[in-house]
């Protein structure tokens, strides 16, 4: 008789916070003698070679099996034949309610110190190189002075006060739209100078309220006007001839390269205004009224009634860091990370007067249902991919578990090679009948900082960019997204954008901003080690090479095609890790804490299949 699997995912109980690292001997036996028993049911048993070429494998000092070629650690399988299996961080134990042939129970396992109060951090300032500190840039002076010295040159002036940053001061190329302060190009920079020693409050506060000023604009498009709420994706100061005076020139999206509302941009202003409000205590920016209603109108935006079915937020291409097309249109994880992010602040700041009170309730209704979601449905490791491979499809009623309706003959191939035993991730996108398997950086970090990870994913998202570290980091931080779309695929998905060919840019290029993201959550999870290497890599040849926008090429190795040099937002993203990783008490200011009144949905999965 075939199993029903059943995922639970435990929420912090100390009981549980094993790490494979901490296996005992036993268990690590146990793990091998499984894995190599189930080798033969997949190399076998399955009528589709899905993993041809599982061969013996060394043994790495964890135990865990590494693939002789490549040296990734190649797909294990666990049984649950006979008393619990351990499996990297799944234990695999038989369900006794439903006897021998019954439900297998797979347990994630958070590491020692996910679910650690973040205000323990407070007083454990990693010893470093001080705000001075740093590699050399090879002319001398540190990285770090050199990148305080590149940020205060990119910053911009209206009537004399600083309102953002350019998003690069490249001399050498095509000025396009690089000479803008991009909101969410901002939000390193914006961090960088709340985290510095002597925090830097007032170009965030100013960014805050002349970004907000913007929101109150009419925005039209054509004959057509955007929604209230909608947050620009960029604005520059221009001289105005006539009236000989400074004045702000906004962009909607009206004049980017998708002509796509940026819905991420909103998001990062809610994000940015609780990081100040945390930094500083000053209250007093967030209660005003002006800043009140835009957080209301952002909100409305994504919280009014319409035809869903799932709580998450239906999006088009190009709406966030990705803004040209790559396939991402739908429900893409980024987007619905940032909006779980955004909730959650926004819940911190809204005051329940007046009609605060009806929203800070859908606010909480949409928190939960959302995590829901995510947590159940774009959750993939090994055993649940083991369950889409397996799934029965057509099922029309509430019971069905397929609930998308997911042909497995869909999942691509490489999905099968990439997955490793021990990790797991939330995948790019779900929607009836699609599920993007790729890896996105961004929302995966953002799940973290949010916790709209719970405790075991989050140890199981820092576990796969560790065993996928060649693929992910490789030898530039940090790929934007993986793998690349190739050949036909790149033709249909990305409509032949030639900015977007393979390894490039948005399409599996490596972009430097993304290690303050790696560095908050490697410290959320108690791993600073794998930020501390990814520091390294940067420090080896961003400044030399002038902190260009983004690297090509499988491994990164290439500075891109078309990157600017200069891009402001790649020396922050370097500044903020370096903050946090010489004081990790700063992670305060952008990560939030489990909450503990969220309903914890238990991962429950019956049978999709029966025999
Ligand atoms: C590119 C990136 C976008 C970024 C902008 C400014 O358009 O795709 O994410 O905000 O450049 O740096």
Known sequence: MSRAPILEIPGDDPEQKTSP??????????????????????????????????????EDKNGKTVDNVNGKTTLQSCSNGGGPAICGDSEVVPNNSNGGGGKTTSVLKPSPSVGISLENLLEVPIGGSGKNGGAENGSGTSMMDEAWE???????????????????????GETLNYNQVFVRDFVPCGL???????????????????????QGWEKRIDNFTLG???????FKVIQDPNRQKEVLQADFGGTAIGRVAPVDSGFWWIILLRSYTKCTHDYSLSELPEVQRGMKLILNLCLSDGFDTFPTLLCADGCSMIDRRMGIYGYPIEIQALFFFALRCARQLLKPEHDGKELIERIDKRI????????????????????IYRYKTEEYSHTAVNKFNVIPESI????????PLRGGYFIGNVSPARMDFRWFLVGNCIAILSCLATP??????????????????????????????????WRIVTGCDPKNTRWSYHNGGSWPVLLWLLTAASIKTGRPQIAKRAIELVEQRLAKDGWPEYYDGITGRYIGKQARKYQTWSITGYLVAKLMIENPSNLLIISLEEDKKIAKPKLTRSASWTC
């Open 192 to 214: 960088a100078c709340l985290m510095k020693t002597d925090a830097d409050v007032d170009i965030v506060k100013n960014f805050l309220l002349k970004t907000l000023h913007l």
């Open 412 to 419: 691509p191939d490489w999905v099968f090679e990439f997955m």
């Open 150 to 172: 590149q940020l205060s040159r990119s910053y911009v002036y209206f009537k004399g006060q600083r309102v953002g940053t350019l998003a690069a001061i490249d001399t050498g």
């Open 456 to 489: 075991a994913q989050a140890t199981a998202v820092m576990d796969l960019i560790e065993e996928r570290w060649a693929d992910l980091i490789g030898e530039m931080p940090l790929k934007i997204a993986y793998p690349a779309l190739e050949g036909h695929q």
């Open 228 to 234: 209230e709420g909608v947050m620009p994706a960029s």
């Open 21 to 58: 690292d901490n296996l005992t001997p036993t268990e690590t036996e146990i793990m091998e003698t499984v894995a190599e028993a189930w080798k033969h049911v997949i190399r076998d048993g399955f009528s589709t070679p899905i993993f041809p070429d599982i061969q013996t494998n060394a």
């Open 368 to 387: 939960t249902a959302l995590s829901y979601h995510i947590q159940n449905y774009y959750w993939l490791d090994f055993t649940q991919l083991n369950n």
